[in-house]
Each structure stands twice: as C-alpha cells, then as structure tokens.
C-alpha cells in the first residue's frame, strides 16, 4: 500500500496563503488519481480537490478559484496551493489516492493529516 505523507499545515490569517504537500512512497504515475478531503469539527469528511495521472483535476465549488491542486511526478508528490484561506477553511487536510473517472473516489490510502487553522 502506497505511503502518504502530508506537510505544509499551520496556522494563517484570512486571506493569506498556504501550501499543503504530500509524498508518496511510489511514482505517482502508476497512480489513477490522488486528492485532498478535509474535515473540520464537527462536520464529515469532505473532497477538496483531485488530480488525475493524466493531469484532469476537480475542485469542490467551495474552493474553485482559491485552491490548486497540482502534482510533479518527479518527487512523488501533490501540491495544494490555498489562496484567500477563510476561517471555514480551517480543517483538517488529507490526501489520498484513488481513481478518477468523471468524479473522484478515494481507494486506496490516506495520509496522517495536515492541521490547517484559520484565523478571522
């Protein structure tokens, strides 16, 4: 089972930026997919954004226009660029693999977390 290993988390105010990383422990490209779901307390666990091998990518409304999700196959690893973060942002994010044919579905493994926390 592939490794996950997320970083970048901490603590930012609104509107400022943050950058999540996560490593997997094999090549990228024998991966369908990968994504980021986040939870915050209290609420369930939610798709941020998802990236394909072949580079499609999807994003919750919620996010579309602030968050990119990208992916550089040569370090085994996807990005996830949060830009204009908002106290609703706060959560705690994981990335995953899994497949990807029209929506999102996460398969296989999930990473430890990465605490993102917001501040009005």
């Known amino acids: 089972q592939v490794q996950l290993e997320e970083s970048g988390g901490g603590l930012a105010q609104a509107g400022g930026s943050l950058r999540l990383s996560c490593v997997a422990s094999q090549t990228t490209f024998v991966i369908n997919a990968m994504g980021w779901y986040r939870q915050a307390p209290g609420k369930e666990r939610e798709l941020v954004a998802a990236?394909?091998?072949?580079?499609?990518?999807t994003a919750a409304d919620s996010v579309k226009g602030r968050f990119t999700i990208s992916r550089d196959g040569r370090r085994n690893t996807i990005y996830l660029q949060m830009n204009d973060l908002q106290p609703e942002d706060t959560a705690v994010y994981y990335c995953?693999?899994?497949?990807?044919?029209?929506?999102?579905?996460?398969?296989?493994?999930w990473g430890q977390g990465t605490q993102v926390i917001v501040s009005a």
């Open positions: 995953t693999t899994g497949i990807m044919h029209g929506q999102y579905r996460p398969t296989g493994s």
């Open positions: 990236i394909s091998s072949a580079g499609r990518t």
